[in-house]
């Protein structure tokens, strides 16, 4: 049967009716059960040796269209949908969109094993399965709610294993049931993404309305939510909790399945590598090592050997983001690991005995990117600028001792998801003009280069960028209320709400541009700024950041004089579905995290790809789009990582004779204006206020009068519309450089060394 018939008679079988009566759903449920037999049929990738990437998060996103387009289904089953009276586009949103994950580092985490399995290399996730999530973010007097973010049902890309596994912490054990959702290759074999979940898992325990839940209650908490509340000290070792689960779960599976492919586990480095993404997996080394010692291995040789086999890749340089947790917790949760680690400590204290290269500090904590540098055999960065910045000053006493460990990677976005899949005009375009190699080679997106003056071609790439808006319009008028010109200019900021990356020197603007509009300074086009991104329910600052922009997007939206000429308009519950929409429609991506604090960045990729041009530091992966698309491609503004490394290092920084200058101090005081205060909480609003003036800690205001400028010179050059396009056709020739297939060969090539031993 072609795939027509196929489905036509599994429509049959299972709602017992055609498939043109069948509403959205329902053929949401067939085609789940359609590509689940397909990824079924396929071989996963194996080999003697095999790639554990552990993370304690894969923003996986919604999954049907993408494996269609792995699967080499996608085209056929759209032309079956289109028939039927639908569209795949119709079907995805009957999908729920997996809640394991946040940002970057989980998205990171889902486009390697998507190239992993592309590229043949025999490699699966590790992670947990969140019943609800980071939260769905509802927005409510001009407020960010957290509410639970349910997403796990009957019908699922989860298959249950049946494996179970037994974790044991201090004064209980429980039971881990082991998930598995499949991870299709492009054209190729394919991976699996380990989920473990606590079986006794309680989902009563959440309230209605909101996220709150019992964290001392263990046993029924583990796996409810992804980055609980760490503001308390139940929160934080409901942290440890998880983490410790993890780490056990991973550490029990890879011994597992090496002694199944015949390890004997003294050559267990010849059998499994692990990815160590971030710290949070980090007490999987300890773990790993007792576990050998519980299998008779000396404890010279299971360091030996578990150091041979873990890498680390580091992911920031902000202080609180590398996790310290006192010793206390640790025993509190695990205590059958604390003797492994004091003795891991001890070690590399006869060895190196300066305190910074201590892994339990004199407060007792311990330093868990200090266990995986001492005890792993690799160290990466993910940008050449961050990496350059740990081995010369965040982690320089490490490089000095261990200066073979360190190397950078680069970041990577998978091409399949960021443009075959969301941007499908593009890509066909993309394919009529240079084949469809650049689908597993995107170093041949250069080929575009050859069109850089054809005028034709340009005017086809800008009218692809207005389909794209146009479909972008219609979902902020559904999701914000707010009626977004197409014809606008798109300035387009969407990711984590972080005062390091920024988002209030983008509201700065807006204020001003607001402020210009009124004093009858009209701009030449409409500009539509779309904000998106969730602040973690502690973090207020990120909070009343949030809170300004809605207040402003009302007031803009309210204003007869202003709303023709500017929109705002903040994304509710932004998520990787919202992503797809929104960064094929952007014409200026805001990259505009403060130099040096962005370790790579993923976003800023995807935008390029898509023909946005960057406006943004000199910071992350920032560095080396600027070296690729040259710097009359990307407008770039602000001091330098050096001067900002200096300042913090001098502790000199003071924002109130940059607040002093008209055109800054002006600004922010619109923040606690009538007009705003108004609108919003006044309490919100002041502590913002006053959070830019006497600390910024993340040095906005320095920054502001450069972004201005640079801004608007965006919006002049827009307007030579042929040159604007020759842009956009340059960023996206040279993005080929960011897929993620390059990225995982590099670590593959360097780290895991993987490739040659795989069967087919």
Same mark, same amino acid.
């Given at each position: 049967?072609?795939?027509?018939?196929?489905?036509?008679?599994?429509?049959?079988?299972?709602?017992?009716?055609?498939?043109?009566?069948?509403?959205?759903?329902?053929?949401?449920?067939?085609?789940?059960?359609?590509?689940?037999?397909?990824?079924?049929?396929?071989?996963?990738?194996?080999?003697?040796?095999?790639?554990?990437?552990?993370?304690?998060?894969?923003?996986?996103?919604?999954?049907?269209?993408?494996?269609?387009?792995?699967?080499?289904?996608?085209?056929?089953?759209?032309?079956?949908?289109?028939?039927?009276?639908?569209?795949?586009?119709?079907?995805?949103?009957?999908?729920?969109?997996?809640?394991?994950?946040?940002?970057?580092?989980?998205?990171?985490?889902?486009?390697?094993?998507?190239?992993?399995?592309?590229?043949?290399?025999?490699?699966?996730?590790?992670?947990?399965?969140?019943?609800?999530?980071?939260?769905?973010?509802?927005?409510?007097?001009?407020?960010?709610?957290?509410?639970?973010?349910?997403?796990?049902?009957?019908?699922?890309?989860?298959?249950?294993?049946?494996?179970?596994?037994?974790?044991?912490?201090?004064?209980?054990?429980?039971?881990?049931?082991?998930?598995?959702?499949?991870?299709?290759?492009?054209?190729?074999?394919?991976?699996?993404?380990?989920?473990?979940?606590?079986?006794?898992?309680?989902?009563?325990?959440?309230?209605?309305?909101?996220?709150?839940?019992?964290?001392?209650?263990?046993?029924?908490?583990?796996?409810?939510?992804?980055?609980?509340?760490?503001?308390?000290?139940?929160?934080?070792?409901?942290?440890?909790?998880?983490?410790?689960?993890?780490?056990?779960?991973?550490?029990?599976?890879?011994?597992?399945?090496?002694?199944?492919?015949?390890?004997?586990?003294?050559?267990?480095?010849?059998?499994?590598?692990?990815?160590?993404?971030?710290?949070?997996?980090?007490?999987?080394?300890?773990?790993?090592?007792?576990?050998?010692?519980?299998?008779?291995?000396?404890?010279?040789?299971?360091?030996?050997?578990?150091?041979?086999?873990?890498?680390?890749?580091?992911?920031?340089?902000?202080?609180?983001?590398?996790?310290?947790?006192?010793?206390?917790?640790?025993?509190?949760?695990?205590?059958?690991?604390?003797?492994?680690?004091?003795?891991?400590?001890?070690?590399?204290?006869?060895?190196?005995?300066?305190?910074?290269?201590?892994?339990?500090?004199?407060?007792?904590?311990?330093?868990?990117?200090?266990?995986?540098?001492?005890?792993?055999?690799?160290?990466?960065?993910?940008?050449?600028?961050?990496?350059?910045?740990?081995?010369?000053?965040?982690?320089?006493?490490?490089?000095?001792?261990?200066?073979?460990?360190?190397?950078?990677?680069?970041?990577?976005?998978?091409?399949?998801?960021?443009?075959?899949?969301?941007?499908?005009?593009?890509?066909?375009?993309?394919?009529?003009?240079?084949?469809?190699?650049?689908?597993?080679?995107?170093?041949?997106?250069?080929?575009?280069?050859?069109?850089?003056? /054809? +005028? $034709? @071609?340009?005017?086809? !790439?800008?009218?692809?960028?207005? *389909? &794209?808006?146009?479909?972008? %319009? #219609?979902? =902020?008028?559904?999701?914000?209320?707010?009626?977004?010109?197409?014809?606008?200019?798109?300035?387009?900021?969407?990711?984590?709400?972080?005062?390091?990356?920024?988002?209030?020197?983008?509201?700065?603007?807006?204020?001003?541009?607001?402020?210009?509009?009124?004093?009858?300074?009209?701009?030449?086009?409409?500009?539509?700024?779309?904000?998106?991104?969730?602040?973690?329910?502690?973090?207020?600052?990120?909070?009343?950041?949030?809170?300004?922009?809605?207040?402003?997007?009302?007031?803009?939206?309210? /204003? +007869? $004089? @202003?709303?023709?000429? !500017?929109?705002?308009?903040?994304? *509710? &519950?932004?998520?990787?579905? %919202? #992503?797809? =929409?929104?960064?094929?429609?952007?014409?200026?991506?805001?990259?505009?995290?403060?130099?040096?604090?962005?370790?790579?960045?993923?976003?800023?990729?995807?935008?390029?790809?898509?023909?946005?041009?960057?406006?943004?530091?000199?910071?992350?992966?920032?560095?080396?789009?600027?070296?690729?698309?040259?710097?009359?491609?990307?407008?770039?503004?602000?001091?330098?990582?050096?001067?900002?490394?200096?300042?913090?290092?001098?502790?000199?920084?003071?924002?109130?004779?940059?607040?002093?200058?008209?055109?800054?101090?002006?600004?922010?005081?619109?923040?606690?204006?009538?007009?705003?205060?108004?609108?919003?909480?006044? %309490?919100?609003?002041?502590?913002?206020?006053?959070?830019?003036?006497?600390?910024?800690?993340?040095?906005?205001?320095?920054?502001?009068?450069?972004?201005?400028?640079?801004?608007?010179?965006?919006?002049?050059?827009?307007?030579?519309?042929?040159?604007?396009?020759?842009?956009?056709?340059?960023?996206?020739?040279?993005?080929?450089?960011?897929?993620?297939?390059?990225?995982?060969?590099?670590?593959?090539?360097?780290?895991?060394?993987?490739?040659?031993?795989?069967?087919?």
């Amino acid at each position: 049967m072609n795939c027509a018939e196929q489905l036509n008679s599994l429509v049959r079988k299972r709602w017992g009716k055609a498939s043109a009566a069948c509403d959205a759903h329902q053929l949401y449920t067939v085609l789940l059960d359609f590509c689940k037999a397909a990824m079924g049929r396929q071989t996963h990738n194996s080999g003697k040796k095999k790639l554990y990437y552990l993370s304690m998060e894969f923003l996986v996103g919604r999954l049907l269209a993408g494996n269609l387009l792995n699967l080499g289904l996608y085209d056929d089953v759209d032309a079956w949908l289109r028939e039927n009276g639908s569209s795949l586009a119709d079907i995805e949103a009957s999908e729920p969109e997996p809640s394991l994950g946040n940002g970057g580092l989980g998205r990171l985490a889902a486009c390697y094993l998507d190239s992993c399995a592309t590229l043949g290399l025999p490699a699966d996730g590790i992670c947990l399965c969140y019943h609800f999530g980071l939260f769905r973010q509802a927005f409510e007097d001009h407020k960010q709610h957290a509410l639970r973010n349910p997403w796990i049902e009957s019908d699922s890309w989860l298959e249950d294993t049946g494996r179970r596994y037994a974790v044991q912490f201090a004064d209980t054990q429980v039971e881990a049931a082991l998930y598995d959702v499949d991870v299709p290759g492009y054209q190729n074999g394919s991976g699996r993404l380990h989920l473990f979940d606590l079986a006794t898992t309680d989902e009563s325990l959440v309230e209605k309305d909101g996220i709150g839940f019992d964290k001392t209650a263990i046993t029924k908490n583990l796996t409810l939510f992804l980055y609980p509340d760490d503001s308390g000290r139940d929160g934080r070792l409901l942290r440890v909790y998880q983490e410790y689960f993890m780490a056990s779960c991973a550490a029990q599976l890879i011994l597992e399945e090496a002694e199944a492919r015949g390890s004997n586990l003294h050559d267990l480095a010849d059998y499994a590598v692990v990815q160590i993404n971030d710290t949070h997996p980090s007490m999987v080394i300890p773990e790993l090592i007792r576990l050998l010692m519980q299998r008779g291995l000396e404890i010279d040789e299971a360091i030996a050997i578990v150091e041979s086999l873990c890498a680390f890749t580091n992911h920031t340089i902000l202080a609180e983001a590398l996790e310290k947790w006192p010793m206390e917790y640790i025993g509190e949760v695990a205590p059958q690991i604390v003797p492994v680690l004091w003795e891991l400590d001890l070690r590399a204290k006869e060895k190196y005995p300066a305190p910074p290269l201590a892994i339990i500090d004199e407060d007792n904590r311990v330093h868990m990117a200090h266990i995986d540098i001492h005890y792993g055999f690799s160290v990466n960065g993910v940008a050449a600028l961050h990496t350059g910045i740990l081995e010369k000053s965040e982690l320089a006493d490490f490089y000095k001792i261990y200066p073979e460990k360190f190397g950078n990677k680069t970041n990577g976005v998978t091409f399949r998801r960021w443009l075959l899949a969301c941007n499908r005009p593009l890509a066909a375009l993309i394919e009529e003009l240079i084949g469809p190699g650049f689908k597993t080679d995107a170093t041949q997106l250069e080929k575009l280069l050859d069109y850089k003056k /054809d +005028a $034709a @071609v340009l005017r086809r !790439l800008d009218a692809i960028k207005q *389909e &794209n808006k146009q479909r972008l %319009a #219609a979902f =902020l008028q559904e999701n914000t209320g707010v009626a977004v010109d197409p014809g606008a200019v798109f300035d387009i900021q969407v990711k984590r709400l972080h005062e390091y990356k920024r988002q209030q020197l983008n509201l700065l603007w807006v204020i001003r541009q607001y402020l210009a509009i009124k004093a009858g300074r009209l701009p030449k086009r409409s500009i539509a700024v779309v904000l998106g991104g969730k602040a973690a329910p502690a973090y207020v600052t990120a909070q009343d950041i949030i809170h300004l922009a809605l207040c402003l997007q009302q007031l803009i939206d309210s /204003d +007869a $004089a @202003v709303r023709p000429h !500017l929109q705002l308009a903040m994304i *509710e &519950n932004y998520n990787v579905s %919202a #992503a797809e =929409l929104a960064i094929p429609a952007c014409d200026i991506s805001e990259q505009i995290s403060l130099a040096s604090k962005e370790a790579s960045g993923t976003g800023n990729m995807k935008f390029m790809l898509n023909g946005a041009v960057t406006l943004g530091t000199m910071d992350g992966a920032n560095v080396e789009i600027a070296q690729l698309v040259g710097r009359e491609n990307i407008y770039i503004f602000g001091e330098s990582s050096d001067k900002v490394i200096a300042r913090y290092k001098a502790e000199d920084y003071d924002p109130l004779p940059y607040y002093a200058i008209d055109d800054i101090g002006r600004l922010v005081d619109f923040i606690v204006s009538r007009e705003l205060i108004a609108i919003g909480d006044r %309490a919100c609003l002041a502590r913002l206020h006053r959070e830019l003036i006497a600390k910024d800690w993340f040095m906005t205001l320095p920054d502001a009068q450069s972004y201005f400028a640079a801004r608007d010179r965006m919006l002049a050059d827009y307007e030579d519309r042929p040159a604007w396009a020759a842009k956009m056709l340059v960023n996206i020739a040279k993005a080929g450089f960011f897929s993620s297939d390059r990225a995982v060969a590099e670590y593959d090539r360097d780290i895991w060394r993987l490739s040659g031993q795989n069967s087919p």
